[in-house]
């Protein structure tokens, strides 16, 4: 009989955690289903490197002094931190939603300005997704400034929202 209060007990609670990380995921604005599918097979990434917009890297930051920015972030990082930039060509319906493993700035730059977020969701009880931003932008190219990140990998996708 104890076996199986314990038994019981454990699944239980097993179920209760599952919930609750089902439920941080949930207080996103908007699905974030499509990045932890994503994440998990993300493929390692350099800093430069080239988003595809369906897809998602991991990242390998550099040490944030060693960085070069097309223009500077829009929150200074702090000392000691890590960042990369990366470039994304935009489609031409112009709005993408980059969702991003960890804590981290992200600025998107077009035409030499950095564009102001159309939307933004953060949530620090979903594992694996910590933010997700929106971007209005034009067709064509942009560079994607990542800066701040406390730890030198970060996983960054590139959706069209949904």
């Known amino acids: 009989m ?6 019981l007990f454990a699944i239980l609670t097993g179920t209760s955690v599952a919930m609750a ?8 604005k908007w699905p974030v289903t499509r ?11 350099q800093p430069g490197t080239a988003l595809t917009v369906g ?3 991991d990242f390998t930051l550099a040490a944030i002094d060693t960085v070069s920015f097309e223009v500077p972030p ?3 990082p702090a000392a000691g931190t890590f ?3 990366a470039s994304v060509t935009v489609p031409p319906e112009g709005e993408l939603q980059f969702s991003l493993s960890d804590e981290a700035w992200i600025d998107v730059v077009q035409d030499g300005h950095a564009v102001k977020s159309a939307g933004f969701s953060g949530v620090k009880t979903c594992p694996g997704i910590r933010k997700s931003v929106r971007f209005k932008l034009s067709a064509g190219p ?3 400034q990542l800066s ?3 730890k030198a990998d970060l996983k960054v996708a590139v959706l069209t929202p949904e």
């Open 148 to 150: 701040g990140a406390k």
């Open 83 to 85: 960042g990369a930039t």
């Open 74 to 76: 829009e929150h200074a």
């Open 21 to 28: 990380g089902d439920a941080g995921c949930d207080t996103f």
């Open 142 to 144: 942009a560079t994607v």
């Open 35 to 45: 990045e932890q599918a994503l994440f998990a097979t993300a493929p390692a990434a």
């Open 55 to 57: 897809q998602a890297m």
């Open 2 to 7: 104890k076996k199986v209060v314990v038994s």
